[in-house]
């Protein structure tokens, strides 16, 4: 098969302190600002360094690694909106990326006319776009609202735009990062399924996501980032179990105070918000480092802010080892949260009257939010979440994840009890 993308020796190093940016009024502003003449001083960051891999025509590639591992660095350099510093890499044919909600939109034109204005950066002619017009517009919901300035738009309206057009317009190679997360669940299925029909198309797409259970479903293949280089290559499933096991042991490390499954002193000076303390608790309000099956038990997320916002939510997700998403909770679904925070310090209970999975290990993700726009601060692997066995049903056999994954309560009553509004037993 032919070679679409092809990436030999890719390093990319930045002066810390400089900015990132390489558009004219950045460098203007160093300039000015003298910090050019004062750059031979400072320190280095490698963002990317020696990375090698090929992509074949037809394939989808899923990228994944953790915050700073570098990958929006190296779909930045496919690109081309930032040179790399050493090595290269070619892409074969048109490339359509989307790295950003909006990407090339232009605040102050319609929805119609910025899907003409990025089909004609994306290098297609007019009579090309016209006959996708309306395919384009059906799929990202907003026909409504199409003649109407995008500055107007949400940021879930724009990303629902700025998708439709690039994953309309034929791209020979199509390249994502997760900006997918400020959609709703249906449009994220179709964005997936959409991708899915690109690359049956025999086109090329990189896929950067956090939702490991996205990458194993649609990828052909996975490349796992670490400190800016390749740590793994290969079949999705391997790939994205070495990650959560590397992850897992990572965060577990972190946990250095008894009674806490994680906990670090304060977040990153980069970081407007994070989570500094995770506690799993008991019935009667006992740390405890293992749940169990049925039982009551309290997560207590302590977070951290940099600056105030008017509508947060949390978000506590529980996936397999493997990365299929097991259990998803959040406080949005709340009618008195999402809730307002001051910079500071902060804690929110999360409660389960019964913790319905079997005896097992889960990996734990935390994320804080702004509903419907954003995720502020995201950990794909938080730390490890033991359940232990326990024996529910009185049957012997306590659930255990190597035969099934989610044990529930429930009432069952014999048919003519049951029309009598009788309950024979609850299990």
Not at 32 to 50: K, N, S
Not at 138 to 161: H, N, Q, W
Not at 366 to 386: K, S
């Amino acid at each position: 098969m032919t070679i679409a993308v092809k990436v030999e020796n890719l390093g990319k190093c930045f002066l810390l302190g400089e900015s990132f940016e390489h558009t004219l009024s950045s460098r203007v502003g160093d300039l000015l600002r003298g910090r050019m003449r004062r750059a031979a001083g400072r320190e280095e960051f490698w963002a990317l360094r020696d990375v090698n891999f090929e992509v074949k025509e037809g394939e989808v590639l899923g990228i994944i690694g953790g915050n700073g591992a570098g990958k929006s660095t190296l779909l930045k350099v496919l690109s081309r909106i930032t040179p790399p510093t050493a090595g290269r890499a070619r892409v074969k044919g048109r490339l359509s990326s989307l790295l950003e909600v909006g990407t090339g939109f232009h605040p102050e034109l319609t929805g119609r006319e910025n899907v003409f204005l990025n089909g004609a950066i994306l290098g297609m002619r007019k009579h090309e776009v016209e006959r996708k017009f309306d395919e384009i517009v059906a799929f990202s919901g907003v026909e409504k609202f199409i003649d109407t300035p995008v500055k107007r738009y949400s940021s879930g309206m724009y990303v629902r735009l700025a998708f439709a057009v690039a994953a309309h317009l034929e791209p020979d190679v199509l390249i994502i990062d997760e900006v997918l997360a400020v959609g709703d669940a249906d449009f994220q299925k179709r964005c997936l399924g959409k991708m899915n029909d690109v690359a049956k198309q025999g086109r090329t797409v990189l896929f950067v996501s956090h939702n490991m259970a996205a990458v194993q479903k649609l990828c052909s293949r996975a490349i796992w980032m670490r400190e800016g280089q390749v740590a793994s290559s290969g079949e999705p499933g391997e790939v994205i179990g070495a990650y959560l096991e590397a992850s897992g042991q990572q965060a577990s490390g972190e946990a250095i105070r008894p009674g806490y499954l994680y906990w670090r002193e304060s977040i990153a000076e980069a970081e407007d918000a994070g989570i500094t303390s995770l506690q799993m608790l008991d019935a009667y309000d006992r740390p405890v480092q293992a749940a169990a099956t049925f039982e009551r038990l309290r997560f207590r997320i302590g977070f951290e802010t940099r600056r105030a916002y008017r509508s947060f939510s949390a978000v506590l997700q529980v996936n397999t080892s493997d990365g299929v998403s097991l259990l998803l909770t959040s406080t949005t679904p709340d009618q008195s949260l999402p809730f307002s925070v001051e910079p500071g310090t902060h804690g929110i209970d999360c409660e389960f009257e019964r913790f319905p999975l079997a005896a097992g290990e889960y990996m734990l993700d935390l994320g804080l939010a702004i509903p419907g726009i954003e995720y502020v601060w995201r950990n794909e692997v938080l730390c490890r979440l033991r359940v232990e066995p326990r024996d529910v049903f009185g049957s012997g056999l306590p659930p255990d994840s190597r035969r099934y994954l989610v044990a529930t309560p429930s009432h069952w009553a014999l048919a003519h009890e049951a029309a009598k509004g009788k309950d024979v037993v609850a299990g």
